[in-house]
């Protein structure tokens, strides 16, 4: 096949999206990227595909494998890691997607990518992470700002991959941990707009991100969907709660296992989305997820069991920021931070960050088991389960 054949195959796609999308989805051919690339102009992949083989074989999404979801510094095969929890993410949404009539390739690009900015071991570690950039004046640490800032601007030693402002305005929006009965894309933004957004939510303002897209929208909802009956089976299985315990006004809504649980909330959000405009749950469907979650966040994401390790996790944070901020003062080039990070960055990255910046993206890009190598092993915490 010839060159110019296989660029007829990406009009092809794009006529028939035009033909079998919904008016509520984004064609790929409405793809805004800052830079324009001579390249893909040429290329046979639409916008949106381009954008997830980016993220597919971006390092950061590689390091999803050994990155905490809930339950940390455990050792079992069966409990959800962070790298399964964004598939799980894709699959839900893009079912959700099918049937609504949506982008299936921008919806799996945001939900791919939403969670690469998480930092080693979950939102504890984010919690202390952003303490710490807080005491030296950066601004806050959200996973999901810095999951857009690792893509835009610290991805191929700081050249970034130039993807798509819808992917990267979900990537930011994706936000499952609040509660939405119902949410309307806010469309039009630009990329000052996602610009403004992200120093906003650094700066500490409580910014209610909504995303430019309904295909945005759909993994936000999918989010949660994936989230809350995998954590719930997770924790059955370590002994931390038990399946009668649930709440019976959610079982009856919802039902008592994770399969049960997805169906049941995917099923709620297609029929009362179809053709609306907007994703929404059921009144009913949506105060049984609303107790649902209020159970988790009490019985499992506060439970002392799993908190103990807190302090120590803590304490580590700070002995490896302060090493390798100094480090990075100092240009100790034997240092893990230049080895492994700074060495080969682009200039713009380096000229455009300080010292505490560039610790902050070479932590919450470590796995669990890296930042655990080069942390002082007598200040290891043991598993809060042994």
């Known amino acids: 096949m010839e060159k110019s054949d296989l660029q007829g195959l990406r009009q092809i796609l794009d006529r028939r999206e035009a033909e079998q999308l ?3 989805a984004v064609d790929s051919a409405a793809g805004v990227r800052r830079r324009k690339e001579a390249r893909l102009a040429t290329d046979y992949r639409q916008n949106f595909a381009v954008d997830v083989d980016r993220i597919l074989h971006s390092l950061a999404y590689t390091r999803y494998i050994d990155k905490t979801q809930v339950f940390y510094l455990i050792e079992n095969d069966h409990i959800t890691h962070r790298m399964l929890h964004v598939q799980l993410v894709s699959k839900v949404a893009r079912t959700i997607g099918r049937f609504l009539g949506l982008n299936e390739d921008l919806i799996e690009a945001i939900a791919i990518g939403h969670d690469i900015g998480h930092p080693p071991f979950g939102h504890d570690g984010e919690h202390c992470l952003s303490e710490l950039c807080r005491q030296c004046q950066i ?25 798509c402002l819808q992917t990267l305005d979900g990537i930011l929006c994706h936000n499952g941990e609040v509660h939405d009965q119902q949410m309307a894309p806010a469309r039009g933004k630009t990329f000052a707009d996602h610009g403004a957004e992200m120093e906003r939510k650094q700066a500490g303002e409580d910014v209610p991100l909504v995303p430019m897209t309904l295909e ?10 994936s989230y809350v009956g995998r954590d719930i089976e997770d924790a059955i299985r370590l002994g931390l709660i038990d399946r009668s315990e649930l709440p019976k006004t959610s079982v009856e809504q919802l039902g008592d296992t994770n399969g049960t649980i997805v169906y049941s909330l995917v099923t709620d959000i297609i029929r009362n989305s179809l053709d609306k405009g907007c994703v929404a749950f059921s009144p009913e469907v949506s105060e049984a997820l609303r107790e649902l979650k209020t159970f988790n966040y009490k019985r499992i994401y506060m439970n002392p069991a799993l908190k103990k390790n807190f302090a120590s996790i803590k304490r580590l944070y700070e002995v490896l920021f302060d090493r390798f901020v100094d480090d990075v003062y100092h240009r100790r080039s034997g240092s893990a931070v230049y080895e492994n990070f700074i060495d080969g960055m682009a200039g713009r990255y380096i000229s455009s ?21 080069q942390a002082p092993e007598e200040l290891h915490p043991a598993s809060p389960l042994a």
């Not at 640490?141 to 993807?163: A, I, M, P, T």
């Not at 945005?216 to 969907?225: H, S």
């Not at 960050?353 to 088991?369: A, N, Q």
């Open 139 to 163: 601004g806050e640490f959200h996973h999901n700002v810095q999951s857009v800032h690792f893509l835009d601007h610290v991805e191929r030693k700081g050249k970034g991959w130039n993807l």
């Open 353 to 373: 960050h300080r010292p505490e910046e560039i610790v902050r993206d070479f932590i919450s890009g470590m796995t669990d088991k890296y930042f655990l190598r």
């Open 216 to 225: 945005g929208c759909v993994v936000r909802f999918a989010d949660t969907v």
């Open 22 to 24: 919904s008016e509520s």
